[in-house]
T-cell receptor, first 111, second 112 residues
Framework: GESVGLHLPTLSVQEGDNSIINCAYS??????FIWYKQESGKGPQFIID?????DKRQGQRVTVLLNKTVKHLSLQIAATQPGDSAVYFC??????????FGTGTSLTVIP | NAGVTQTPKFQVLKTGQSMTLQCAQD?????MYWYRQDPGMGLRLIYY???????DKGEVPNGYNVSRLNKREFSLRLESAAPSQTSVYFC???????????FGPGTRLTVT
């Protein structure tokens, strides 16, 4: 999973399998969290968000889980497809305007 | 709608040269941001503007200045470029409140 300041983690999955990407956040005051997808040569793209009053949120093929007790966030991608290959970032929002990003996890989908 | 646009896409500078990176949005968002992204690291905030007429420093502001020209445009200036400023620069926007940011395509800057 992600950690600030470390070598970029990688995850390889077979097409059709489920993927789980983890993120440890640092600020217990953070009340809003976002997952972004970044394809090579492009800007980050919003995937899903979750607020601190929830522990789970589902989107289309994606689910985000939040565990505030251990300050952990995860992104689950169902039936992973080749188009899901990218770097995935979590971001935490401890104040209204500033966001802090993890280092990212590189997901490779094997056809 | 173009969303968030950035110019230029690529730039090579010599040490000591200056340049301005431009960002424009047509989303009518209040907040705008400048980040830099270095290999193996996440995005780090340089400056942000919560609303037209205000700017604030982020995590890594040294060596940069910004101007919020109007609601649509937010520029980032490097007065005297250094090799340590070689990076990919992203502009982002956000509507008021705890919501996601929208990113531009980035400017890849190399300082030799």
């Amino acid at each position: 999973g992600e950690s600030v300041g470390l070598h970029l983690p990688t995850l390889s999955v077979q097409e059709g399998d489920n993927s789980i990407i983890n993120c440890a956040y640092s600020n217990s005051a953070s009340d809003y969290f976002i997952w972004y997808k970044q394809e090579s040569g492009k800007g980050p793209q919003f995937i899903i968000d979750i607020r601190s009053n929830m522990d789970k949120r589902q989107g289309q093929r994606v689910t985000v889980l939040l565990n505030k007790t251990v300050k952990h966030l995860s992104l689950q991608i169902a039936a992973t497809q080749p188009g899901d290959s990218a770097v995935y970032f979590c971001a935490e929002n401890p104040t209204g305007n500033q966001f802090y990003f993890g280092t990212g996890t590189s997901l490779t989908v094997i056809p | 709608n173009a969303g968030v646009t950035q110019t230029p896409k690529f730039q090579v500078l010599k040490t000591g040269q200056s340049m301005t990176l431009q960002c424009a949005q047509d989303m009518n968002h209040n907040s705008m941001y400048w980040y830099r992204q270095d290999p193996g690291m996440g995005l780090r905030l340089i400056y942000y503007s919560a609303s037209e007429g205000t700017t604030d420093k982020g995590e890594v502001p040294n060596g940069y200045n910004v101007s919020r020209l109007n609601k649509r445009e937010f520029s980032l200036r490097l007065e005297s470029a250094a090799p340590s400023q070689t990076s990919v620069y992203f502009c982002a926007t956000k509507r008021a409140g705890p919501y996601e940011q929208y990113f531009g395509p980035g400017t890849r800057l190399t300082v030799t």
